[in-house]
């Protein structure tokens, strides 16, 4: 259904309606859902379905055999179109550049990171002295040991030397 002749309809039957700002193709209406049902089956005499192609269990076929309560006139109104639409204003515009919109927030210390490429830069591989061979891992305490709870013996991975100190933070 047209946009500008389905505005008309529901003006004509005497309800508001504007467009909305999420979707260029949708209206917002004060009209009950019954009504926005009957413009369409009003709009499916005009322009009819072939009805032998659908299910007779389907809802399509359920909707259209209700006759409609009211009688829909879609004579295109004047005031259907707003003034943004008929001066051909861009409603819904692209964004001007790759990722554009909200930025990161200000840091305290003042100062904010503008570029996004930047900032993913920055953090990227933020653990500088990452462990990749397990038996590094022979240089620091198994917490587990201390507590008399490790079960791997020998072939735990930590240290289970005692006297072994290692820059922790307490707890």
Known sequence: MNLSRCRSALLHAGHRVSLSH????????????????????CWEKINPVKKEKLSQTSPAFKILSTEPSLEACFTVREDANPQSRKRHLTRFQENPQAFWGPKARAK?????????????????NKRKNQITDSSQLKSFPCKKFKQGMCTHGDNCSYSHDVEQKHDEKTE
């Open 108 to 124: 305290a210390g003042g100062g904010i990171i503008t570029d996004l490429q930047d900032k993913r830069k920055k953090f990227q």
């Open 22 to 41: 999420a979707c260029k193709n949708a209206v917002k209406t004060d009209a009950p859902p019954g009504v926005i049902w009957d413009l369409m089956r």
